[in-house]
Structures are given as C-alpha cells and as structure tokens.
C-alpha cells in the first residue's frame, strides 16, 4: 500500500491503474479512493449534470456516487467492464432515478391538490407519532455524530448549503467538509438500520 498514486501530470490515469486504485480503495484505502475520485469526479458530476439538469442536484448525486463507489468497491468486477463505465453507469442510473423520485413527487404532489381531504383527526393521530418517533430516532442518531459530522450534514442536508457553502461557514477545506459528510452519511445509515 506505499505504492505512489498515478500522476495527473502525465495525463489521466489508465484502466488498469484505475482498476488497481479501486482494488486498494476496496480494502480501507483512502488514499487509492481518493485517486479515483480525482479521476472520474468531473465525469461522474457531468452525468448527473446532464440528466438533471440542476447543479445542485447533481452535486448531491455525485455525491452519493462515490459513497456508494466507495462502500461497493469489493463487489467491483473487472469481466463485466472498467472501472471508468461501472461508476460512470451508477451516475447515470443515480441520476434517472433522482428525476424519476422528482417526477413521482411532482405527481403526487398534483394528485393532493385535486383531492379533497378525507383525513379524519383520528386518522392523523398514528401518523404525527410515528412521524415523531422517526424524528426521536433521527435526532439521536445525529447525536452519535462527531460535531464536524453533524455540522456538516445538518448545514447540507437541513439547511441547504452546498458542500462548499459549507465548508466556508466551518472554516474548513472543501475536502473536509466532503470527508466528514461521507463519514457522517455512513454512520446514519448505520445507526438508522437503512439498507443499501
């Protein structure tokens, strides 16, 4: 694992040097990943861009891209084609499904606001507690959280900064922001029990 990174400056990294960085990433190494997210951020952000159609949409989905690159780096197959198109097509698959999530939403949005309410008050009751018990879980789960963690997150996720935007009310690099975002992002997943 001393083995140095490919260089950028001889030009992007080649097949089987993105295959060997993603075999290293595959077994806890940060570095390797972070070889491979250097190489294929901008085409995995220019996917979701295209399909999206929204920036900030885009950079949520990059994001999710590499978190799940990173957790499923071991089940990386090399028969079945580069590493280059096996994260390129989770971008692309990603990004469908955020529009088809956004098109289902938009639609059911539309479906409640032609329908008349036949909520009865006893009807709600079960729903606000569950709703309220979801939000107990949540909130402890973000408890469990180092404070960079939970700052970043809560500063993306709850009160819509971008990832940069962030790192710039911390005070802290962009890469750190990402990091702990990534990190925090695990640890929720963990500690809410939601699968994969």
Not at 19 to 28: H, I, N, P, V
Not at 62 to 71: I, L, S
Not at 119 to 143: K, S, W
């Amino acid at each position: 694992m001393d083995e140095a990174l490919p260089s950028r400056a001889s030009g992007r990294t080649g097949a089987d040097g993105l295959g060997e960085l993603l075999a290293r990433a595959s077994l806890g190494d940060m570095e390797a990943f972070e070889g491979v997210y250097r190489e294929l951020a901008g085409p995995v952000f220019g996917t979701a861009a295209r399909v999206l159609l929204d920036h900030a949409q885009a950079e949520e989905v990059a994001q999710e891209v590499f978190v799940e690159v990173w957790r499923q780096a071991a089940r990386y197959d090399a028969a079945a084609g580069g590493v280059r198109s096996w994260v390129l097509t989770i971008a692309h698959r990603r990004a469908v499904d955020r529009v088809r999530s956004e098109q289902a939403s938009a639609d059911r949005t539309s479906r409640v606001g032609r329908a008349e309410p036949q909520q009865t008050p006893a009807d709600e009751v079960p729903e606000a507690v569950e709703h309220r018990l979801e939000r107990e879980r949540v909130r402890r789960c973000l408890g469990r959280l180092t404070g960079l963690q939970r700052e970043a997150v809560r500063l993306t996720y709850y009160a819509g900064y971008t990832q940069r935007q962030a790192a710039a009310a911390l005070k802290v690099p962009l890469t750190t922001v990402k990091g702990r975002l990534r990190d925090g992002l695990i640890r929720l997943r963990d500690c809410l029990g939601v699968e994969a």
